[in-house]
């Protein structure tokens, strides 16, 4: 559907909720933000969000920053709040995740000696820990996902501004997705792919546990009759589309693979469409649903 059917001023505004775990780098993300002409409220409660929404229309597009410091953050309802937003016609919503390993962001603390807002008084790595737990649904609505660690906070201004620079001056951002159909789609796919028609490594022992990042998965894969000629049309699908949809005006758009567990088939064909849309110049970011869940999955059992 065109942006034609929606208020002019709309064309030119926008919501980005700006959130992440303390210490990830969202006051540098904020910042760069502002610098690029977003209005900024920084740690507005969400009980206040509503009012700002129905409000008058704004002039500029908004950057909202948003963490465990806000008044009556929650992460039901920050949640509610995304899903609110995300079924409006009148504004474009996209939420900005901030991230570090949490090594990084202890070492952060550490340099800074400041304390944690969840660690009660204690080191801040327990304070980690509960907030990396109390965010993992957040992270996975997020539609840009970016991991800090080892970035500089020039090199964290450099990746926001590639990523929301005005839309004269920015290319189409571009999100690749896989998922598992047993969990459902994930929200705000406009595309999606079904793979569950090529050859499965679960049946193979030596692969079982692998995923499809994994050479030997990958080429397991890849060697179905099927492969070639499927991916050369989703190549050929996205060359047609990404241009138009930049044309058009979009900021973003998000492709979908789908498979039954969601780690071999599906992490194949999104890993080589992201490379090889990187490698044609777009801007691409990699979801894998199922490893960001097993890996946070993993981080708690050894916390």
């Known amino acids: ?4 059917t929606h208020p002019k001023h709309l064309l030119n505004s926008g919501i980005v909720l700006v959130t992440g775990p303390s210490g990830a780098g969202r006051s540098t993300a904020i910042n760069a933000l502002e610098d690029l002409g977003y209005e900024v409220i920084d740690n507005l409660p969400l009980s206040l969000l509503p009012r700002l929404l129905d409000g008058p229309p704004p002039g500029r597009p908004l950057a909202l920053g948003l963490d465990v410091r806000n008044r009556d953050f ?14 409006r016609q009148d504004v ?8 570090a390993a949490e090594e990084e962001l202890v070492r952060r603390y ?3 000696r400041r304390r944690h807002p969840l660690a009660d008084g204690g080191p801040p790595l327990s304070g980690i820990g509960r907030e990396r737990d109390l965010l993992v649904p957040i992270r996975a609505r997020a539609d840009v996902l970016i991991d800090t660690t080892g970035m500089s906070p020039h090199d964290l201004r450099a990746e926001v501004e590639r990523w929301f620079a005005p839309s004269d001056g920015r290319s189409l951002g571009v999100t690749v ?34 995923d499809g990042r994994d050479v030997a998965v990958a080429d397991y894969v890849m060697a179905d009759p099927r492969f070639a000629p499927f991916f050369t049309k989703i190549k050929e699908l996205a060359d047609l589309l990404l241009p138009a949809h930049k044309e058009e005006g979009k900021s973003h758009l998000s492709i979908g693979f789908g498979c039954t567990g969601g780690r071999h088939r599906s992490v194949t064909v999104a890993e080589r469409l992201a490379q090889a849309l990187a490698d ?20 708690r059992n050894q916390g």
């Open 74 to 87: 929650s992460a039901n309802a920050l949640i509610a709040a995304i899903d609110g937003m995300a079924g």
């Open 280 to 299: 044609d110049g777009w801007q691409v970011s990699k979801r894998h649903r199922e490893m960001e869940r097993h890996d946070a999955h993993a981080s």
């Open 177 to 210: 997705h896989s998922f598992s159909y047993k969990r459902g789609l994930p929200r705000g796919l406009d595309i999606v792919m079904d793979c569950r028609f090529l050859r499965n490594p679960h049946w193979d022992d030596k692969l079982r546990d692998l």
């Open 1 to 4: 559907m065109s942006d034609d």
């Open 110 to 112: 550490s340099e800074t």
């Open 92 to 99: 474009e919503t996209q939420v900005l995740y901030l991230d």
